[in-house]
């Protein structure tokens, strides 16, 4: 009976071994598993992750004293103290045995719509929550990152990870009345965009003069990077010079019960024309919105002076190309600029993949396309944007004159494949760059 027992045990082995080998390989399978931002096999050079390791934190602000347009009146303003939170990715020094691991957690559907619930969920991302902040190598310049409308702080982890691991401060707002949470009237969104983006940068600036503070000693507000999806690219057209026009401050008020606050914001005003900030150094401009519905001018787009990287989709539905997105590049003519085209794409030019939950059954489409572009690859989508603002903001903001020949866009049109792009990939895209008008003379 002993021996018989013995020889059954001996049979067992090879089962055990085999299934502790599968748990090694699903445990590497899920380590080595795709995360937004992750380089693609055919991504270009410039994608690739910095030499940093990234630290997260999350802020809660107060912007106080702010107009509540959203119980004001032609006659009255309501006064409120607008809360904002923010996510903050920078360098980090990392303990041993600590990992770049953490969890986001958004929310898919529309706040307050019965047809698209508000459904939780989760994803991984490259960083650790609360590291300990990397001051050996900084300051490092500071980026503002504004989503679009709705949207989330989380919206483009795939870039803010990424840029912060090439030394840089990055700062993802969530602006309130204009998250999947809690959107509510557009007339918040067109007003605070601009006006989020600019009280950000002074309350990092505040903070990170604080000598207690983890931002102290890792931040240089003075060479501040602004990025923007959507609405949050109509805001920081804005903040860079980009007047609104009589017409959309006409448009605000019809939508405010006669309110004129966005007048503020509006081209030619003094309070306006007072309000540039010279501490910000360049714009990306992801499917900037507003065009194609009067919101600038020739004069207000004139106005614009800070060198810019637009980033559009050619079929954008949304924002427009033709006479919207295009059309901002090829006004703005006292400005430096480029615009980089996804041929075909629609307006997700910017965004993270969609979440698996999106693809579950019986939820509504818009939860897919919220996030997915029906042309291209939304990861293919994330490594180019990373290798061409990774490019434009090492010039501007780092003085790297070696990222100059990945946007020199009359160099890369005599090249297959552009440079930095490896053999059969730099296909279905367009770059364009304009001079400043003054300087063209």
Known sequence: MKNLFSHQKLKLVPFFILFFFMLIQNSQGQENAFIYGDKLPDAPILAARGKFKVGVKTAHLIHHNQIDILNSSKDKDSIYDRPLTVEIWYPALLAEGENEEVIYEDVMGNFNSPDRPLIPFAFKGRALRDAKPDKTNGPYPLLIVSHGYTGSRYIMTYLTENLASKGYVVVAIDHTDSTFRDATGFNSTLLNRSLDDLFILNEIDRLSKESNHYLSGIVNVEKTG??????????????????????????????????????????????????????????????????????????GLAGIKI???????????????????????????????????????????????????????????????????????????????????????????????????????????????????????????????????????
Not at 369 to 390: G, K, M, P
């Open 307 to 441: 060198p810019t990287f637009y980033v559009a989709g050619s079929k954008d539905d949304i924002s427009g190309y033709e006479k919207g997105i295009k059309a901002i590049y090829e006004g703005a003519i006292n400005s430096e600029r480029y615009l980089l085209t996804y041929m075909n794409a629609r307006h997700n030019i910017a965004p993270n993949p969609p979440p698996a939950e999106a693809s579950e059954a019986g939820l509504h489409l818009d939860e897919y396309l919220r996030y997915a572009d029906s042309v291209w690859d939304q990861r293919r989508i994330n490594n180019i944007n990373q290798h061409f603002i990774t490019a434009f903001l090492g010039v501007k903001l780092k003085d790297n004159s070696d990222y100059t020949q990945f946007i020199d866009s009359e160099v890369l049109s005599k090249q297959d494949p552009w440079k930095g792009f490896l053999p059969r990939t730099s296909v279905g895209l367009e770059l364009r760059y304009a001079k400043p008008k003054e300087t063209e003379r």
């Open 226 to 299: 602004l990025i923007g999806y959507s609405m949050g690219g109509y805001g920081a057209i804005n903040v860079a010079g980009g007047g609104y026009s009589p017409m959309a401050t006409s448009f605000f008020a019809s939508m405010s019960k006669g309110n004129n606050a966005l007048n503020k914001r509006k081209v030619g005003q003094k309070e306006f024309i007072e309000s540039f900030d010279k501490r910000i150094k360049a714009i990306v401009a992801l499917a900037p919105w507003g065009m194609e519905q009067g919101v600038w001018n020739d004069e």
